[in-house]
């Protein structure tokens, strides 16, 4: 996988989404990294995914001249916290989540 600006700032908005809802800072996040402005938040929400209990948080994240819709799924598998999380642009955000995130989200599965 290449690095560019875009992938990190896309890292850092995610990271931001989730210290808005969380309030908890992970420790990949400095505090350089968060920035922006979200808006339209929603959740807790709970989503059956894979067998397990899921909080889906979704929120849009504007940086500079650009929107994107962030939506996070945070669940505890086994000893584990599993964070999913899928983005695009604001206004192609609905027809990305159909052709792409639906149907990978629903073929994901736990191997143990």
């Known amino acids: 996988m290449t690095l560019s600006f ?7 908005g995610i990271a931001t989404l ?4 969380t309030g908890f800072a992970p ?6 990294s968060i920035t922006g ?3 339209n938040k929603t959740g ?12 889906q948080y979704a929120g849009d994240l504007t940086t500079g001249d650009t929107t994107e819709h962030i939506v996070l799924l945070i669940a505890g598998h086994t000893t584990n916290t599993v964070i999913l999380a899928t983005l695009a642009p604001k206004s192609t955000f ?6 792409f995130f639906q149907p990978m ?3 994901l599965a736990f191997l143990q």
Do not use: H
């Open 6 to 12: 875009r992938n990190l700032r896309r890292v850092a």
């Open 27 to 32: 420790g990949f996040v400095s505090a350089e």
């Open 105 to 107: 989200l629903k073929s």
């Open 44 to 55: 807790p929400t709970s989503v059956t995914l894979a067998g397990e209990t899921w909080s």
């Open 37 to 39: 402005t979200v808006t």
């Open 18 to 21: 989730f210290v808005a809802f």
């Open 94 to 99: 609905a027809s990305d989540d159909t052709k």
